[in-house]
């Protein structure tokens, strides 16, 4: 067991939703860590998020928090900024660290640079997001990923989200150093609302996340009026809000399939989204391949954290093949691999929710293979190594 009571952490990352930093945070704080400080900086600007900010934790406890103003400014001034307040705000609020975290290159620079000043013992950088093409313009391309490399070789430990991350260093850039370690996206495994087989709707697909054009919805609803012919009661449950949602209300209503599709908005409280997954009989993710022409997708390089919900609830995928772990997924018989092609995807569907041995079989799958990324567990793996 890991003892943190006299340790003293820094996370520091850059914030839109909730992510692998908060769920860090959330296991610190559940070992009455002696002393935490989480810096959040704004993802990029948005005047419904606050500005950055940080929170100081003392056994467990919040002690301080401030947040400053948002304010639009060039990209560029802005994290150099944010470099500059995760130096000043540690060496105010915790000039003596056991670790520091910083999940993305520039968060991690600062890392390296209080290091050097001896105020943090040891660095992760932790890599939530990874692409080669990251911006299109080349020299911005260019100094993102230099800096990525100078991180990765001057961390202590590099935690990449899939193994696609090392090998597309080494492919795209002939980058191949540093300590990197393979993390992957976890779930609060013991806490997720699981139902008993025999009170699930056996006849309601699933999807949730941020409704954009590029996680497939279409091709789902496209298959919805051969799913219906076939199984009347079928559900298609959609959580999630987004710019996109609007064209698929409009894309059901001229199919004719209002009816059999609920689409339910934005859910504030993710304890509300696991108990809306843990009724449905079966999940989907129909993820784009490429971002655009010649971009591969961030899912490609990354571990989506929406699988990992849908197995702990005890959800069959239905997924394409963009997701790293979408074969093994298959292999392991908790879901299958299709096309975007509408008459694969109703055929899979009626196929598996008008078959409950199958689909109890997959369920069970689902469940025992989401037990090994509990979160408490990656954290206490990868963290005994470094304190």
């Given at each position: 067991?890991?003892?943190?009571?006299?340790?003293?952490?820094?996370?520091?990352?850059?914030?839109?939703?909730?992510?692998?930093?908060?769920?860090?945070?959330?296991?610190l704080?559940?070992?009455?860590?002696?002393?935490?400080l989480f810096?959040?900086?704004?993802?990029?600007?948005?005047?419904?998020?606050?500005?950055?900010?940080?929170?100081?934790?003392?056994?467990?406890?919040?002690?301080?928090?401030?947040?400053?103003?948002?304010?639009?400014?060039?990209?560029?001034?802005?994290?150099?900024?944010?470099?500059?307040?995760?130096?000043?705000?540690?060496w105010?609020?915790?000039?003596?660290?056991?670790?520091?975290?910083?999940?993305?290159?520039?968060n991690?620079?600062?890392?390296?640079?209080?290091?050097?000043?001896?105020?943090?013992?040891?660095?992760?950088?932790?890599?939530?997001?990874?692409?080669?093409?990251?911006?299109?313009?080349?020299?911005?391309?260019?100094?993102?990923?230099?800096?990525?490399?100078?991180?990765?070789?001057?961390?202590?430990?590099?935690?990449?989200?899939?193994?696609r991350?090392?090998?597309?260093?080494?492919?795209?850039?002939?980058?191949?150093?540093?300590?990197?370690?393979?993390?992957?996206?976890?779930?609060?495994?013991?806490?997720?609302?699981?139902?008993?087989?025999?009170?699930?709707?056996?006849?309601?697909?699933?999807?949730?996340?941020?409704?954009?054009?590029?996680?497939?919805?279409?091709?789902?609803?496209?298959?919805v009026?051969?799913?219906?012919?076939?199984?009347?009661?079928?559900?298609?449950?959609?959580?999630?809000?987004?710019?996109?949602?609007?064209?698929?209300?409009?894309?059901?209503k001229?199919?004719?399939?209002?009816?059999?599709?609920?689409?339910?908005?934005?859910?504030?409280?993710?304890?509300?989204?696991?108990k809306?997954?843990?009724?449905?009989?079966?999940?989907?993710?129909?993820?784009?391949?490429?971002?655009?022409?010649?971009?591969?997708?961030?899912?490609?390089?990354?571990?989506?954290?929406?699988?990992?919900?849908?197995?702990?609830?005890g959800?069959?995928?239905?997924?394409?093949?963009?997701?790293?772990?979408?074969?093994?997924?298959?292999?392991r018989?908790?879901?299958?691999?299709?096309?975007?092609?509408?008459?694969?995807?109703?055929?899979?569907?009626?196929?598996?929710?008008?078959?409950?041995?199958?689909?109890?079989?997959?369920?069970?799958?689902?469940?025992?293979?989401?037990?090994?990324?509990?979160?408490?567990?990656?954290?206490?793996?990868?963290?005994?190594?470094?304190?």
């Amino acid at each position: 067991m890991l003892d943190l009571e006299n340790k003293k952490i820094i996370i520091a990352t850059h914030i839109y939703t909730t992510g692998p930093a908060q769920d860090l945070r959330e296991y610190l704080l559940s070992k009455k860590i002696g002393k935490l400080l989480f810096i959040g900086h704004p993802l990029f600007w948005d005047e419904n998020l606050s500005g950055s900010g940080y929170g100081v934790y003392e056994k467990g406890e919040l002690k301080e928090e401030k947040y400053r103003k948002i304010k639009k400014n060039f990209a560029l001034w802005v994290y150099s900024i944010d470099i500059w307040l995760n130096i000043f705000w540690t060496w105010r609020k915790m000039p003596k660290s056991n670790l520091y975290v910083g999940c993305d290159n520039i968060n991690a620079f600062s890392g390296i640079v209080l290091r050097f000043f001896g105020k943090t013992k040891k660095v992760v950088y932790y890599v939530i997001d990874y692409n080669p093409k990251r911006f299109d313009i080349k020299i911005l391309n260019y100094f993102y990923h230099k800096l990525d490399q100078f991180c990765v070789r001057h961390a202590d430990e590099t935690w990449n989200l899939s193994p696609r991350m090392e090998e597309a260093r080494k492919e795209y850039f002939n980058f191949s150093g540093g300590n990197q370690i393979t993390v992957p996206i976890g779930i609060w495994f013991l806490r997720f609302p699981r139902l008993d087989f025999s009170q699930i709707e056996k006849h309601t697909l699933v999807f949730m996340g941020h409704i954009l054009e590029k996680q497939g919805v279409q091709y789902v609803i496209d298959a919805v009026p051969a799913i219906s012919e076939k199984i009347p009661d079928f559900k298609f449950l959609v959580i999630g809000g987004g710019e996109y949602l609007k064209k698929l209300k409009e894309q059901a209503k001229n199919l004719g399939v209002e009816k059999s599709i609920e689409f339910v908005g934005y859910v504030e409280k993710h304890s509300d989204v696991e108990k809306m997954l843990s009724k449905c009989a079966c999940a989907v993710a129909m993820y784009e391949k490429y971002e655009k022409k010649g971009m591969l997708s961030f899912t490609y390089f990354s571990d989506p954290g929406k699988i990992k919900a849908y197995l702990a609830g005890g959800l069959p995928i239905l997924l394409s093949d963009v997701a790293h772990n979408a074969k093994e997924i298959e292999e392991r018989r908790c879901g299958y691999i299709i096309s975007q092609d509408k008459n694969e995807i109703a055929q899979k569907v009626i196929a598996l929710l008008r078959d409950e041995k199958t689909l109890s079989e997959y369920r069970g799958n689902a469940i025992a293979y989401a037990g090994a990324f509990n979160w408490e567990q990656i954290f206490e793996n990868n963290l005994t190594r470094l304190i």
